[in-house]
């Protein structure tokens, strides 16, 4: 059985004196979407309900495949379709698995209806638990065991720190993963103990203590791939640059250790190629009775029904000379009959002119020998053309002609060629980096595409060979692109994403190439109205306000957004009416009240003097004396 983890970030912090901040601490919940990053806290909370099975990979080409009798797009085809052949074929709605004749499929595998499941629980073309019947996730997000992943199809969807696994970017770490008895952790998921004899069942292989069933889609490398999740008996054909062991792991068909790049000299049908070597966008025109695609795929210019008809380019002349045919009559490469000239007084034989077949085709007293010689000549004139009679009294053939005039008029410049006599003539030898085609010197580069590349110190893209044709050097991995045939990091995430698998909500954080992305910031303070301005002591006239105020920021160590709350004072001036204070010593009251009907030498704050007025102590009670004069002081 395989489990996974989900994740609860808590955070707390303190602050002395006025300022504090609360506790707090949450947990992730499934109804409110919340997408899952392995570099938050984790967790584990996750119920052991049932086995939870690997989503299938139907959707890359199969090159080579020894099981496959066509190429569907992906899906093997065979003439008698079985539940367990390892491929997807009749009405199986993933390998091996769903439709009306097979076992049904395990969370995550495709399912076209609910019967397709093992869960009874068909979502959106695949299979789900019941934790995930009623979970909403958002866009680019899925739900694995009630819990919202990004979603993924390959490796490359998911970050160096995670693995495509179930259609879910799974963290590829242990940290904080707990699995049952009799189990154990393995890139982030639960698997069956091997046990101690090392031991699993069925088509498990323990690997590191796990008993790990290989699968096309589980981010790892295992069985007989070659590669992550290619290569191999059963699994979609690597691309290039990926590792192979034979031509059939490779979408291209070609293997030197790693996949190479499709080309038109490797003698198999790869890229846009309608034959070997030939068709297609990049390759030369193919031949008669090759695959075609349409016109342009054939050398005659005429694709009917995907076969190349005939149309042969070349003259008559280098036909004949091609076969090797110097009279009579041969046929060409669409079948029809074309002439390859006389032999003056001689005769045609086999396509090759001799000086005779019978007695009757030589003159006079001459006979025809087994060479098909007329001998018995006397003179040069009983001879043909370019012959002459020897001292065998035979006529033989005479090229009256120099070697090099015979290349100059063939217009060869390398190879052999055959005089007016049939004796072949060598034209001379190619220059370095050079190779003899057709009598004519033509580059050919001799290092290998791997000894190009080296020299010229291209880890990917095209250069050019010695006879400048291009030459692929290879692709760049994940989260690389090719810049001057050199593979450099790019981050292939928006910022957003970036700043989301870190689990930051603010302040900066490097993403895969070692860059800093801000993540944004925490807003700006906020503060309640200051309170009304209170009298701090009856002596003075300064009071005192206060009010609340928020004050968020970003915890550097967590990256996220925290506040701290406290209250704020200031002074103020008291404007109350009441006064700010009496001087009895000399019986002035500064407030400008007073009570004017009573005895007593203390101030009071019961009648209002008015404008421009003071409160005095007399002898007679409080009065209201003129502000501009002093009181006069009471008499004991």
Same mark, same amino acid.
């Given at each position: ?6 994740? /609860?970030?808590?955070?707390? =912090? ?17 109804? %409110? ?14 119920? @052991? ?107 490359? @969807? ?34 069956? =103990? ?54 059939? %792991? ?7 250790? @790693? ?11 790869? !890229? ?9 966008? %990049? ?127 063939? /217009?060869?410049?390398?190879?052999? $060629? ?20 057709? /009598? ?57 994403? $970036? ?9 900066? $954080? ?9 993540? !944004? ?47 704020? =004072?200031? %002074? ?8 700010? !204070? ?7 009251? =500064? ?18 003097? !008015? ?26």
């Amino acid at each position: 059985m395989v489990y996974l983890w989900k994740i /609860n970030p808590s955070a707390n =912090s303190a602050l002395g004196g006025l300022l504090f901040i609360a506790l707090f601490s949450f947990a992730c919940n499934v109804s %409110d979407t919340t997408v899952l990053s392995e570099n938050q806290s984790t967790d584990l909370d996750v119920g @052991h309900t049932e086995d939870i099975g690997e989503m299938s990979d139907t959707d890359v080409q199969d090159v080579g495949r020894e099981d496959a009798s066509e190429d569907t797009g992906g899906q093997d085809v065979s003439s008698d379709p079985t539940c367990d052949d390892g491929i997807q074929n009749g009405e199986e709605t993933d390998v091996d698995c769903g439709g009306p004749d097979c076992a049904p499929c395990t969370n995550g595998q495709s399912c076209s209806e609910n019967g397709d499941c093992d869960t009874e629980i068909c979502d959106d073309g695949r299979c789900i638990d019941a934790s995930c019947a009623d979970v909403t996730c958002d866009a680019e997000t899925t739900c694995y065991r009630g819990e919202c992943y990004f979603e993924c199809q390959e490796n490359d @969807h998911c970050t160096s720190v995670e693995r495509c696994f179930m259609g879910t970017c799974l963290p590829r770490n242990c940290n904080g993963v707990e699995c049952e008895s009799e189990e154990v952790c393995y890139l982030g998921a639960c698997y069956e =103990s091997c046990g101690s004899d090392g031991s699993c069942d069925g088509d498990a292989e323990c690997i590191d203590d796990a008993c790990v069933v290989p699968q096309c889609n589980d981010g790892i490398q295992s069985g007989d791939q070659t590669s992550v999740d290619c290569g191999g008996t059963s699994c979609p054909a690597c691309e290039d640059g990926e590792s192979c062991e034979e031509g059939s %792991d490779c979408l291209s068909g070609v293997c030197d250790g @790693h996949c190479q790049a499709a080309n038109c000299g490797d003698g198999v049908q790869n !890229g846009d190629e309608t034959d070997v070597d030939c068709g297609g966008s %990049d390759c030369p025109a193919c031949p008669e009775d090759a695959s075609c695609s349409e016109d342009g795929d054939c050398i005659s210019g005429d694709c009917d029904g995907g076969v190349c008809g005939c149309s042969d380019p070349r003259p008559n002349s280098d036909i004949c000379v091609d076969a090797g045919a110097s009279c009579g009559s041969i046929d060409d490469a669409c079948g029809e009959s074309i002439a390859c000239g006389g032999c003056g007084t001689g005769v045609c034989l086999e396509n090759s002119c001799v000086g005779c077949i019978d007695e009757g085709d030589c003159s006079g007293e001459q006979v025809c020998n087994d060479d098909n010689q007329c001998v018995g000549c006397s003179y040069n004139s009983d001879c043909g053309d370019n012959e002459i009679c020897n001292s065998s009294s035979v006529c033989v053939c005479e090229e009256s002609r120099s070697d090099s005039r015979v290349c100059a008029d063939e /217009n060869a410049d390398c190879g052999t $060629v055959r005089d007016r006599c049939g004796v072949d003539v060598s034209c001379g030898s190619c220059g370095t980096n050079q190779a003899c085609r057709g /009598n004519s010197c033509e580059c050919e580069e001799s290092r290998l595409a791997i000894e190009v590349c080296s020299a010229e110190n291209a880890d990917c893209g095209t250069v050019k060979d010695v006879c400048g044709d291009d030459i692929t050097c290879g692709s760049c991995g994940t989260n690389q692109a090719c810049s001057e045939n050199s593979c450099e990091c790019e981050e292939s995430r928006s910022n957003t994403r $970036v700043c989301t698998d870190a689990g930051a909500e603010c302040g900066t $954080v490097e993403d895969v190439c070692g860059d800093d992305v801000v993540c !944004g910031g925490c807003g700006e303070e906020s503060c309640m109205d200051w309170s009304s301005c209170s009298r701090q002591d009856l002596s003075t006239c300064v009071g005192e306000e206060t009010r609340e105020c928020d004050f968020p920021f970003c915890n550097e160590d967590t990256n996220k957004c925290e506040t701290l709350s406290g209250p704020q =004072s200031r %002074d103020c001036e008291v404007d109350d009416g009441l006064g700010c !204070g009496c001087d009895d010593s000399i019986g002035t009251c =500064s407030s400008g009240l007073c009570d004017c009907s009573g005895g007593g030498d203390e101030c009071s704050t019961t009648q209002d003097c !008015g404008f421009n007025q003071i409160c005095c102590a007399g002898q007679s009670g409080n009065y209201c004396g003129p502000g501009d004069q002093p009181c006069i002081a009471p008499i004991d």
